[in-house]
């Protein structure tokens, strides 16, 4: 089973903001990232936040860090067509990245 | 600087062959990880090397297997190909230090595996 847990799906209106949630279980866990997967593309790293922060702010990707509750969460602000994509939220933990099953946004007109 | 690179981009065999996929990592990056990507398992770590050594390995049968040259450059090979390893392999490449920047991993294209 996954250490690392997302919703599935989100549809998100054109120029609203969109709010991706993730779930993690190791507190040892260094780094949190979240990288985004367009179709037929690999993984493109969008940011990255350190487990002693907090708030991480990046243009229009904010992500926020519950570190007691083991929870992450990702902003997009004014949504585009172009975030259309599966976005998956990773933990590092020693040497590898456990990833969610990703979360598949969808922005319509 | 160029990204990650994976060749080839496509590959369809056929079962009990066995293929050669190949990733070339960022320049100075000297840590090379391997992520396997089927949609009912997501994405699972297969193995890291580093100077020329696996450092780091997932649960994979040994079928799978690597090597990394002195360049850096990885190679991941699986033998006795099953109908079960059609997926997206993905390389990630890292500086490969244990503090700060040298954490984050950056992904290749990937090489899309489809067995027969």
């Known amino acids: 089973g996954e250490d690392v847990e997302q919703s599935l799906f989100l549809s998100v209106r054109e120029g609203d903001s969109s709010v991706i949630n993730c779930t993690y279980t190791?507190?040892?866990?260094?780094?949190l990232y979240w990288y985004k997967q367009e179709p037929g593309a690999g993984l493109q790293l969008l940011t990255y936040?350190?487990?002693?922060?907090d708030m991480k702010q990046d243009q229009r990707l904010t992500v926020l860090l519950n570190k007691k509750d083991k929870h992450l969460s990702l902003r997009i602000a004014d949504t585009q067509t172009g975030d259309s994509a599966i976005y998956f939220c990773a933990e590092r933990n020693d040497y590898k990245l456990s990833f969610g099953a990703g979360t598949t946004v969808t922005v319509r007109a | 600087k160029a990204g990650v690179t994976q060749t080839p981009r496509y590959l369809i065999k056929t079962r009990g062959q066995q293929v050669t996929l190949s990733c070339s990592p960022i320049?100075?990056?000297?840590?090379v990880s391997w992520y396997q990507q089927t949609p009912g398992q997501g994405l699972q770590f297969l193995f890291e090397?580093?100077?020329?050594?696996?450092?780091n390995k997932g649960n994979f049968p040994g079928r799978f297997s690597g090597r990394q040259f002195s360049n850096s450059r990885s190679e991941m090979n699986v033998s006795t190909l099953e109908l079960g390893d059609s997926a997206l392999y993905l390389c990630a490449s890292r500086l490969g230090g244990s503090t700060g920047q040298g954490e984050t991993q950056y992904f290749g294209p990937g090489t899309r595996l489809l067995v027969l």
């Open positions: 320049s100075g990056h000297r840590s």
């Open positions: 190791d507190s040892s866990s260094t780094y």
């Open positions: 090397y580093f100077s020329e050594t696996q450092r």
């Open positions: 936040i350190f487990s002693n922060m």
